[in-house]
């Protein structure tokens, strides 16, 4: 088996692990300059020691829109020989397909292009988790852990929402990648053959099949053009440092598979030779946290770079402060046709990069998914791994952006909080906390400090993270809004929902305080009750005039005339007028004296609402959208023209 090949019996060395630390050179402890030394010498041996003619798995995620046929690709991928009884060799692994060489010569032996090409890597290691976790989550001293990826397109509704999330992704990350134009088995009569290469299987199709095929790759180069992405077939592109490479595929026949298997060894071992030499210094990513019966909490691990041994003393970093162990045992799972057993798991003393695998050991439950794992190979070497795992997450948590008024996201691991926090500001949500794993009392105290800042920052969305009892109890004593949800876009509803409603509140709240502006004239001969109440036509000439709108007269020194208590047009109620409309309003006595159209003001003055500096806010707050531009700048000219204050 392929997992078997990558995990030899680990080499006596490896119970070098609990050994005591060399002394210095003068028979004493080494200091912690020297240790710090001591380690970055073992690591500068091992990138000295890399060579191109030793390269480790490529890494690879696969991305696109959900009904691209991301998943049945992945699954051709892995079905390989399994009908017949065979597992192939492929391996599924934790987080991760593991394609082996000798499994990739077999499938890329049709594609013409593959013809005397040798293969070095030892395989393909293909990322399973989602697109959007597979670059914020998995991520490897600060580049993304992938070393190409591949980005799915329907061949008939061509680039879509998600697929241009995932190409800025790629772009900004700086990842090399390919297209799979797939469900090209859609296409006009087409004639399968299925696991074909794709050549061969173009050769066999009709004209009417082709021109159908060549319509619909246009359009995706067209819409990749628009994207700023030159692209090009495959077979046809002479530059692949300047044109993204198409590879026609059909996830459900299988054609175009070995190209796309062909292309994802090539190109990584072609461009990418010094990034995939094998080095003996260790580079592991924690993927997530899991419980597993017979082994309790164990971590799920992609380990890029180096070994990882059975004894291995490791530090990574927790919710609770740094944590290290001693690696009781490193599983990864059986070839496919036993996955039926009960046992799924085989234990393995040593393991090589590249891998996904699984590792049992004490005390993992806190461990934050996301950050680095690090292997100290003295005694002496773990409190510096251990400021190193801490540093590691308050710099991660420090390079999340907050500001001081918003709301608080608590989520499982530090790659879903980092896509909750890109989505939210794509929505413009502020966070003013954040936090990684269950939801306990003291996120719920941080959380509600937030209630007293504004009534509308009173929550806490909870991303794929338990609610202690304890903590959702203060939450409802004090008032703050815990939502949970494991999908980004569900908790995202339940926020929204949650805004919709304040806001409906307070603006019923504030209705009575808030003044929208507006510039009035009587009509003439449409007095029809000079006195309490006032009856009369008006034309709205600026603004917006309402239910509840005081009015007064600016060329009779702003007296009060009263309240507009309904409007109507052509005997029927409306809530508001708005301008170049013809209304009858009823203006009732606001207290005081009652005004009288003839005595108290003419029909020929204008009229205005009274605004306040008070209603002004209450209009900005909550009914800024119900206000246009020129409103605003009749607000802005009453303001400074007719009331005269700041």
Known sequence: AAAAAAAAPAPAAAAAVTAPAPKSTHGRDATPEEIEQRIKDRQAKAQAERTTDVLRSAIIAVLGHVDAGKTK?????????????????ITQQIGATFVPHDEISTRIKSVKKAQGFELKVPGLMIIDTPGHESFHNLRSRGSSLCDIAVLVVNAHSGLEKQTIESLQMLRNKKVPFVVAMNK????????????????????????????????????VKLQLAEQGINSELYWDNKNDREYVNIIPTSAVTGEGMPDLLFMLAYLPQRRLADRMSFCADLE??????????????TIDVILTQGFLREGDTIVLSGLEG????????????????EMRVKNAYQTYPEIRAAQGIK????????????????????????PLLVEKAAGQLKSSLRSIATVNSGLAVQASTLGSLEAMMDFLKTEKVPVAYVGIGPVHKRDVMKASIQMDKDKKYGV?????????RDAQAMADERGLKVFAANIIYHLFDQFKAHTEELKRQLREANKHIAVFPCRLRILPDCVFNARDPIVVGV????????????????????IDIGVVESIEVNHETREQATRGQEV???????????????????????????????????????????????????????????????
């Not at 690709?73 to 060799?89: F, P, T, W, Y």
């Open 184 to 219: 090209i088995d859609r296409l006009n009569e087409w004639i399968p053959s299925p696991n074909a290469a794709i050549q061969n299987t173009l050769k066999k199709q009709k004209q009417s099949t082709m021109q159908h095929f060549n319509a619909q790759l246009n359009m």
């Open 322 to 337: 740094p944590i290290v162990t001693q690696v009781r045992s490193l599983l990864m799972p059986a070839p496919l046709k």
């Open 460 to 468: 806490m969305l909870a991303f794929d993270v338990p609610i202690d």
């Open 284 to 297: 592991c990513t924690v993927l997530e946290v899991k419980v597993i019966d017979g082994y309790g909490c």
């Open 539 to 558: 034309v709205v000439e600026e603004g917006i005039i309402r239910q509840g709108t005081p009015l007064c007269v600016p060329s009779k020194g702003m």
């Open 359 to 382: 590792v049992a050991a004490k005390d993992l439950e806190t461990a934050v998914a996301g950050l680095p794992l690090f292997v100290a190979q003295y005694k002496d070497e773990v």
């Open 584 to 646: 009858c309003v009823k203006i009732g006595a606001a207290g005081g004296e009652k005004k009288l159209v003839g005595r108290h003001f003419e029909v020929t003055d204008p009229l205005v609402s009274k605004i306040s500096r008070e209603s002004i806010d209450a209009c900005k707050s909550y009914f800024r959208d119900d206000l246009s531009k020129d409103d605003w700048k009749l607000m802005k000219q009453l303001k400074e023209e007719v009331f005269q204050f700041i």
């Open 73 to 89: 690709l992945l699954d051709n991928i892995r079905r390989s020989h399994v009908q017949e009884g065979e597992a192939g060799g």
